[in-house]
């Protein structure tokens, strides 16, 4: 069974610029998750959607980041514009039931 | 706010001891109970979890739950080099209906 795919793996960008991250879940994963995790720090939440619908998106900041999942599968996350705060690494993750995440490898920003 | 606490480390111990992972939380209505484990540069990856006070155990990893303390450890019997990593401690707090809130991780290093 093929994992959470995510891409690109690396994107390095200069501050200003937009960028978009791609995830593909688990197949039959109603739950998708995008976490941003700093380094030395655990992942942090930034919206979970169930199916379509994004039902916790408190933590994203919305000024500047978008996502949306079209038809509960796939699902894009954009930032823009990109600070230099923004380096990070962004994991999608999905799951069947609540608490047993499956990450993908991850994306890695660099925003200079 | 809703806290998950872990020791940075790093935590050291010899090949064949056995390690000890700690983790207090704050939300006394949490549910269930998590244990990530994460290779350096690469994402989490399960390998507990527990819902009920007490012990569970799944080969070397015994995972401990005491609710009244707020307090969740994770055992590793027979440390091998292999398990260096950093463990992640994740709580699902009640009403999050799956959010799960991450500590920052405890890094292990395993002596051969």
């Known amino acids: 069974e093929a994992g959470v795919v995510q891409s690109p793996r690396y994107k390095i960008i200069e501050k200003k610029q937009p960028v978009a991250f791609w995830c593909n879940p688990i197949?039959?994963?109603?739950?998708l998750y995008w976490y941003l995790q700093n380094l030395g720090q655990g992942p942090e939440l930034l919206i979970r959607?169930?199916?379509?619908?994004?039902?916790?998106d408190s933590q994203l900041p919305k000024d500047r980041f978008s996502a949306e999942r079209l038809k509960g599968v796939d699902s894009t996350l954009k930032i823009q514009p990109a600070e230099l705060g923004d380096s990070a690494v962004y994991l999608c993750?999905?799951?069947?039931?609540?608490?047993?995440?499956?990450f993908g490898e991850g994306s890695r920003l660099t925003v200079l | 706010q809703k806290e998950v606490e872990q020791n940075s480390g790093p935590l050291s111990v010899p090949e064949g001891a056995i390690a000890s992972l700690n983790c207090t939380y704050s939300?006394?209505?949490?549910?269930?109970f998590f244990w990530y484990r994460q290779y350096s540069g690469k994402s989490p990856e399960l390998i507990m979890f527990?819902?009920?006070?007490g012990d569970k155990e799944d080969g070397r990893f015994t995972a401990q739950l005491n609710k009244a303390s707020q307090y969740v450890s994770l055992l590793i019997r027979d440390s091998q080099p292999s398990d260096s990593a950093t463990y992640l401690c994740?709580?699902?707090?009640?009403?999050?209906?799956?959010?799960?809130?991450f500590g920052k991780g405890t890094k292990l290093s395993v002596k051969p």
């Open positions: 993750a999905s799951s069947q039931g609540p608490g047993e995440l499956f």
């Open positions: 197949s039959g994963h109603n739950t």
């Open positions: 959607y169930e199916n379509e619908e994004a039902v916790d």
């Open positions: 939300d006394r209505g949490s549910q269930s």
């Open positions: 527990i819902y009920s006070n």
């Open positions: 994740a709580v699902n707090p009640g009403g999050s209906q799956g959010n799960l809130i």
